[in-house]
Nanobody
Framework: QVQLVESGGGSVQAGGSLRLACAHAGLRDSYSTYCMGWFRQAPGKEREVVAS????????YYAESVKGRFILSQDNANYTLHLQMNNLKPEDSAMYYC????????????????????WGQGTQVTVSS
C-alpha cells in the first residue's frame, strides 16, 4: 500500500525558508516510475501544483510563482522527496500535499491534481509579513 507522509511545515516570516519532506517508502525503488508532485491549497482556493518530477525521464516542473525560489530534490537512500522553499512570501501560505501518480501522461501529469492516485495528509505552511 502506498503511503505518503509529509513533514517540515511550520510558521515563518516572509523571506524565510522551510524544507518539506515527503516520505514514500511504500514505493521503494519503483518511485522513479511514478510522477511525484507537491500541491498546495489555501482556504477558499483550488488545489494547485507547486512542483512535480518524473524521475524516469528526468523531467521537473515548477509553477511560475515558485520558480527560482523552490527546489525539488530526491533522497534516494531514504525514499524521501524534498521541497526546499526559499524567500517565502505570505501568498505561499497553504496546506502542502505530496502526491504520486502511477502513470505519466505528459504535461497533464505534471500539472493536474486529477492525474494523481495517492495523497499525503498535508503539512501546513504559514508565512507572515
Amino acid at each position: 500500500q502506498v503511503q505518503l507522509v509529509e513533514s517540515g511545515g511550520g510558521s515563518v516570516q516572509a523571506g524565510g525558508s522551510l524544507r518539506l519532506a515527503c516520505a514514500h517508502a511504500g514505493l521503494r525503488d519503483s518511485y522513479s516510475t511514478y510522477c511525484m508532485g507537491w500541491f498546495r491549497q489555501a482556504p477558499g482556493k483550488e488545489r494547485e501544483v507547486v512542483a512535480s518530477v518524473y524521475t524516469a525521464r528526468s523531467i521537473t516542473y515548477y509553477a511560475e510563482s515558485v520558480k527560482g525560489r523552490f527546489i525539488l530534490s530526491q533522497d534516494n537512500a531514504n525514499y524521501t522527496l524534498h521541497l526546499q522553499m526559499n524567500n517565502l512570501k505570505p501568498e505561499d501560505s497553504a496546506m502542502y500535499y505530496c502526491a504520486a501518480a502511477r502513470r505519466y501522461d505528459g504535461s497533464w501529469s505534471l500539472t493536474s491534481s486529477h492525474a494523481y492516485d495517492y495523497w499525503g495528509q498535508g503539512t501546513q505552511v504559514t508565512v507572515s509579513s
